[in-house]
């Protein structure tokens, strides 16, 4: 079984920082990319910053240069690294990663519990 566990999330001031993490654990035989994505109630989820197996990443316009994403490969994690955070960034932040498990023969899509991002003006 595979899992995906976050945590970081929070309520911070307008211009302030955030770190969100996410590990995979489990029966883990390789991870490909890695991603955050961010719902608001009422729209669709949305996504925020992917980084593949090889360290390059993507991120939604409305992230650059605020916001950075890594991973620890030894570890399994994910992390989303918030900077200069705006009221609109408030939504609940999920981590998204394809795996394989010691289980499965193809990659799927696994995802975190959620966190929420509360950024006050």
């Known amino acids: 079984q595979v899992q995906l566990v976050e945590s970081g999330g929070g309520l911070v001031q307008a211009g302030g920082s955030l770190r969100l993490s996410c590990a995979a654990s489990?029966?883990?035989?390789?991870?490909?990319?890695m991603s955050w994505y961010r719902q608001i109630p009422g729209k669709q989820r949305e996504l925020v910053a992917t980084?593949?197996?090889?360290?390059?990443?993507n991120y939604a316009d409305s992230v650059k240069g605020r916001f950075t994403i890594s991973r620890d490969n030894a570890r399994n994690t994910v992390y989303l690294q918030m900077s200069s955070l705006k009221p609109e960034d408030t939504a609940v932040y999920y981590c998204?990663?394809?795996?394989?498990?010691?289980?499965?023969?193809?990659?799927?899509?696994?995802w975190g519990q959620g966190s929420q991002v509360t950024v006050s003006s």
């Open positions: 980084i593949n197996s090889g360290g390059s990443t």
């Open positions: 998204n990663a394809n795996i394989k498990s010691l289980r499965w023969d193809v990659y799927r899509a696994c």
């Open positions: 489990g029966s883990i035989f390789s991870i490909d990319a």
